[in-house]
């Protein structure tokens, strides 16, 4: 029996296994393009290592390689009897997990972490579980217990950080994102909530002097790179440099169209935000259509993820492909338990397609009465912009003034940007 770099139990004799696995808790963590072969190696120095085996399904998952991930978990699965009660805890909770039985992990990782609160494998996938959900104030109940249970962690600072932010206290996630990065400057998810902050803090030039430097400080980055350069793609757009954030985005994501969720929800919503202030993207979508075309029914993909599949679909005109998913949508509404498919996924798309082709008002008529039902998709704030600012670009191109007023006032209050804020109306 050793103990890992949290003092929690791994039942293995093997020196260079534990140093291994703890590599790849921390790549996990920070976002490191090296952590599935950390795992692998620690696999390699103990076949027997459950945790390891967990881990390695729980990277690869994050890479969208799903069948080794569940190919891994099997593994995991079938030496986690000769493990300790912690490693058991973790499999089973990492099982569930992977095999995309939410309520299953969610239950079985609370049960961990009550016994075991400093196993931060478990509580990052549980936090990103809710932050896709939009359960900003169970992930801040979360890191609350860990800064409880790991005061001095930097991988904790900047999972706190970023909760800040999502609730509406910016300049405090500056605090816990700057004690984080001095901390560790490569953990990515610490520069991701001081990135957050100071777009909500509207403050986009500070940003992008900071940002990039910090950014370049992660060297070992996977592929969340991308998402932090759609980041400074949205800061230029803020400050209305439209022409440098386009080619920014031709450069960095459309030159070899990437068909990993995360990349094609970045690049999907930038094309989106051109659509919405009159820029038209025109032949630049059918790459990001042509690869949605082949993934249009995953199991894996969320109601975040299809509700900037509409936005492509109708982006890209391609109508009949459009509504076979909505079909399918309509279909996963039927087999599930969860209504968001049909209270909010179903609309967006909707509106997204009414959208394209001006009806302006029935975007309104598709997205007012679930305003307050789009934190359900999860995602961030900065995320969700993208289907909010379709109702105010509808509203300020329809007939209701007093409407888009009130919407683009709203806006405005929030954060002012660029594009919003030289937006006129009639007196």
């Not at 991988?155 to 994102?177: M, T, Y």
């Not at 030159?255 to 038209?280: C, K, Q």
């Not at 309104?364 to 600012?389: C, M, N, W, Y």
Request: hydrophobic content about 45%; glycine content about 6%; some cysteine.
């Amino acid at each position: 029996m050793n103990l890992d770099a949290y003092g929690l139990p791994l039942s293995t004799g093997s020196e260079d296994a534990v140093a291994a696995f703890d590599r790849g808790t921390a790549g996990l963590l920070s976002w490191d393009r090296r952590t599935v072969d950390c795992f692998r190696a620690s696999v390699a120095r103990d076949p027997e290592l459950a945790a390891a085996h967990a881990g390695l399904a729980a990277a690869l998952f994050v890479e969208e390689r799903f069948d080794e991930a569940r190919s891994a978990m099997l593994t995991a699965r079938s030496v986690a009897g000769q493990g300790s009660e912690r490693e058991q805890g973790l499999v089973a909770a990492l099982d569930h997990y992977v095999n995309l039985r939410p309520a299953d992990a969610e239950a079985a990782m609370r049960a961990h972490l009550r016994v075991w609160p400093r196993d931060l494998m478990v509580a990052q996938r549980l936090y990103l579980m809710w932050f896709f959900q939009g359960r900003f104030g169970d992930m801040r109940e979360l890191t609350d217990a860990l800064l409880t249970a790991l005061p001095d962690d930097s991988f904790v600072h900047g999972l706190h950080a970023f909760v800040f932010e999502e609730q509406g206290d910016s300049e405090e996630a500056v605090r816990w994102a700057e004690r984080c990065i001095s901390r560790n400057p490569e953990d990515t998810w610490g520069v991701h909530a001081l990135t957050h902050a100071l777009y909500e803090l509207a403050a986009y030039e500070e940003a992008l002097e900071r940002v990039p430097p910090a950014l370049d400080a992660c060297v070992n980055m996977n592929y969340y790179r991308n998402h932090m350069l759609w980041h400074l793609v949205l800061f230029r757009i803020a400050v209305g440099d439209y022409d440098a954030a386009s080619e920014m985005c031709r450069d960095w994501f459309e030159v070899e169209p990437s068909a990993r969720g995360l990349d094609l929800r970045n690049t999907v919503s930038t094309l989106w935000r051109f659509e919405l202030y009159g820029m038209d993207p025109g032949d630049r979508w059918r790459p990001f259509v042509d690869i949605l075309k082949r993934q249009l029914d995953r199991p894996e993909d969320s109601p975040f993820h299809h509700s900037h599949v509409g936005m492509a679909l109708a982006g890209g005109r391609d109508w009949d492909t459009a509504e076979r998913h909505l079909d399918i949508l309509r279909a996963r509404a039927r087999a599930s338990d969860n209504d968001i498919w049909d209270r909010v996924v179903i609309p967006l798309n909707e509106a997204q397609h009414a959208f394209v082709r001006d009806e302006w008002d029935r975007v309104v008529a598709k997205i007012e009465p679930i305003r307050s039902q789009i934190i359900r998709l999860g995602g961030s704030k900065t995320q969700r912009d993208a289907f909010h600012d379709t109702l105010l670009a509808a509203a300020l191109r329809g007939t209701d003034t007093d409407r888009a007023r009130r919407y683009l006032d709203e806006r405005l209050a929030r954060r002012a940007e660029h594009f919003w804020s030289n937006r006129r109306l009639d007196a």
